[in-house]
C-alpha cells in the first residue's frame, strides 16, 4: 500500500490551461513538500507546507496543505511548455538524528506548445 | 556551490558485474539518502547516513547492495553481483535540516 497517493498518474494539456494535481494519505503528518523532477535530472524542492489549511504561492503555481493535514493540492495556471515535468509529494519520517522522505509516484505532466 | 554530485551519469555493465556509483554531497549537510527510481516503484530510499554513519539501510534490497561513506564529502553504492533487475536511476541527495534535500542528477543504471 502507497503511502502517498497521487493524482492524475499523467496529465497532458495544451499551453495556457489551468489544471490540479493532488497528493492524498489516510495518516496525518507535520509538513508536506512538493518537488519537481525534469527529465533526466533530480528532483528540486518548491515548496513545504506545515499549517493545515495553509496556501502557499510560487508564481503560478499554488500548493495547498489540507485542514486535516492528511493531503494537498498544486494547481497551476495558465501552464506553460516549462512546467513540463515529475511533480512529487513526499513527507517526512523522524529516525535517529535525521529525517527522511517518503515520496509518492508522482504526477507527470506534459504541456503542449 | 557546486550541488549534489554523482559519478557516473550513465553505466552500463553486464550481469554479473561489479557496479559502483559514487555520490559528493553538499558541503556542510551532515545527512546523506540513496534513492532508486523505476517506473513501477517510484522513488525509493535505499539507506541513509546521518554525520558519515549509518541510519537506516532497511530499503537496501539485499546483501548484494552496500554503501558507504568513508567521510562528510563522499559516499558509495556498490552492487555485487549486478542483475538486470537493478536497472533503474540511483539518486543521492543530501540535508542539513528537514526543508533542505537536495538531489544530484543521477545515475542511470542498466545491466543486460
Known amino acids: ?113 | 556551490d557546486a550541488g549534489v554530485i554523482q559519478s557516473p551519469r550513465h553505466e552500463v555493465t553486464e550481469m554479473g558485474q561489479e557496479v559502483t556509483l559514487r555520490c559528493k554531497p553538499i558541503s556542510g549537510h551532515n545527512s546523506l539518502f540513496w534513492y532508486r527510481q523505476t517506473m513501477m516503484r517510484g522513488l525509493e530510499l535505499l539507506i541513509y547516513f546521518n554525520n558519515n554513519v549509518p541510519i537506516d539501510d532497511s530499503g537496501m534490497p539485499e546483501d548484494r547492495f552496500s554503501a558507504k561513506m568513508p567521510n562528510a564529502s563522499f559516499s558509495t553504492l556498490k552492487i555485487q553481483p549486478s542483475e538486470p533487475r537493478d536497472s533503474a536511476v540511483y539518486f543521492c541527495a543530501s540535508s542539513s535540516t528537514l526543508y533542505g534535500y537536495t538531489f544530484g542528477s543521477g545515475t542511470r543504471l542498466t545491466v543486460v
Not at chain 1, 58 to 72: E, V
Not at chain 1, 84 to 100: D, E, F, K, M
Open chain 1, 1 to 113: 500500500t502507497q503511502l502517498l497517493e497521487q493524482s492524475p498518474q499523467f496529465l497532458s494539456i495544451q499551453e495556457g490551461e489551468n489544471l490540479t494535481v493532488y497528493c492524498n494519505s489516510s495518516s496525518v503528518f507535520s509538513s508536506l513538500q512538493w518537488y519537481r523532477q525534469e527529465p533526466g535530472e533530480g528532483p528540486v524542492l518548491l515548496v513545504t507546507v506545515v499549517t493545515g489549511g495553509e496556501v502557499k504561492k510560487l508564481k503560478r503555481l499554488t500548493f495547498q496543505f489540507g485542514d486535516a493535514r492528511k493531503d494537498s493540492s498544486l494547481h497551476i495556471t495558465a501552464a506553460q511548455p516549462g512546467d513540463t515535468g515529475l511533480y512529487l509529494c513526499a513527507v517526512a519520517y523522524s529516525g535517529a538524528g535525521s529525517y527522511q522522505l517518503t515520496f509518492g509516484k508522482g504526477t507527470k505532466l506534459s504541456v503542449i506548445p
